[in-house]
Nanobody, 127 residues
Framework: QVQLVESGGGLVQAGGSLRLSCAAS????????MGWFRQAPGKEREFVAA???????YYTDSVKGRFTISRDSAKNMMYLQMNSLKPEDTAVYFC?????????????????????WGQGTQVTVSS
């Protein structure tokens, strides 16, 4: 059974940093794409970042230069380093994984294209 488990969320002041982790089990995702999405109250789930099997990375414009996605294939882990956090980054952050090795941004940025999801971790940024 495939499981994705996020951790590392919390409450932080604006300008602070957090590092989210996603632990995958049940299968290896080293040859596929994994990504991070977030959902604020009353809003749609939105794309944050993704990394393909070849280590290409994609970010939504609002987090470029502040967030960094990384993966440790040996540990079946994915991370999201979030710096210079803003109140508008407040949301539940979800880890997601694709079964395949698709690489286009138009595909990877759409939540419905991912097959596996974690339960989410809350990130709250106070002003």
């Amino acid at each position: 059974q495939v499981q994705l488990v996020e951790s590392g969320g919390g409450l932080v002041q604006a300008g602070g940093s957090l590092r989210l982790s996603c632990a995958a089990s049940g299968r290896t995702f080293s040859g596929t794409t994994m990504g991070w999405f977030r959902q604020a109250p009353g809003k749609e789930r939105e794309f944050v970042a993704a990394m393909t099997w070849s280590r290409s990375t994609y970010y939504t414009d609002s987090v470029k230069g502040r967030f960094t996605i990384s993966r440790d294939s040996a540990k079946n882990m994915m991370y999201l380093q979030m710096n210079s956090l803003k109140p508008e980054d407040t949301a539940v952050y979800f880890c997601a994984a694709d079964r395949f090795a698709r690489t286009s941004y138009s595909y990877l940025s759409v939540a419905q294209n991912y097959d596996y999801w974690g339960q989410g971790t809350q990130v709250t940024v106070s002003s």
